[in-house]
């Protein structure tokens, strides 16, 4: 019911940047939460951003002072701008949709590589 198309992600060196979008299509409510959730080889899928509608932004310790968060409320969209990019970043990430009334929704996932 709710199509999250997801942009972005890509191959960096370390320190590089890169940015990513996700646009929500379909049956959208007036109020959702958009954002981000990343997953490496092994590990947990873990909370990298999130926004609600009202502005309020959520982020991981981790990506805290280095990646920010927006959204574009009359386009359903939002964007993720990380900068000083580590090793550590290395993930599939995940748009990630919710709202009281669809329940949750995920991308089809990016691959961001930061490497040497």
């Known amino acids: 019911q709710v199509q999250l198309t997801e942009t972005g992600g890509g191959s960096v060196q370390p320190g590089g940047s890169l940015g990513l979008s996700c646009v929500a299509s379909?049956?959208?409510?007036?109020?959702?939460?958009l954002g981000w959730h990343r997953q490496a080889p092994g590990k947990q899928r873990d909370l990298v951003a999130i926004?609600?509608?009202?502005?309020?932004?959520t982020y991981a310790d981790s990506v805290k002072d280095r990646f920010t968060i927006s959204r574009d409320n009359a386009k359903n969209t939002a964007y993720l701008q990380m900068t000083s990019l580590k090793p550590e970043d290395t993930a599939v990430y995940y748009c990630?949709?919710?709202?009281?009334?669809?329940?949750?929704?995920w991308g089809q996932g990016t691959q961001v590589t930061v490497s040497s």
């Open positions: 990630y949709y919710s709202d009281p009334i669809n329940g949750d929704f």
């Open positions: 926004m609600g509608s009202g502005g309020t932004k």
């Open positions: 379909g049956s959208v409510f007036t109020i959702y939460n």
